[in-house]
């Protein structure tokens, strides 16, 4: 499915751009100094184009969404420690043993 629809994509992008250089080409006669244009052009074709390739990588439908089971608390016959490291008055480091 995403095979075709790149394949699409890229096929319509190559068609655009053989056919706006034939239309935007002219003969060395009537070559103007044309870059506001040419630069609007531009970014309206990259808008365009970006949002035909944004609107092909996204799925129309992405499946439903799950959501994370809330869990019980587990009962622990002992408590649960952990090393954590503390700094103290002086900003020494050293490591302390936390239980909950």
């Not at 700094?87 to 050293?94: E, F, R, S």
Request: glycine share 12%.
């Amino acid at each position: 499915m995403w095979t075709n629809s790149r394949k699409l994509v890229t096929t319509g992008l190559v068609a655009l751009t053989i056919a706006g250089t034939t239309i935007a080409t002219a003969s060395q006669a009537e070559a103007h100094n044309n870059f506001g244009r040419g630069l609007a052009a531009g970014i309206a074709g990259t808008i365009v184009g970006g949002a035909l390739i944004a609107g092909a990588a996204r799925p129309a439908y992405a499946g439903p969404v799950y959501e994370a089971p809330a869990y019980e608390p587990v009962y622990r016959p002992y408590p649960a420690c952990h090393v954590v490291w503390r700094q103290n008055a002086w900003g020494d480091m050293y490591r302390a043993r936390v239980c909950d």
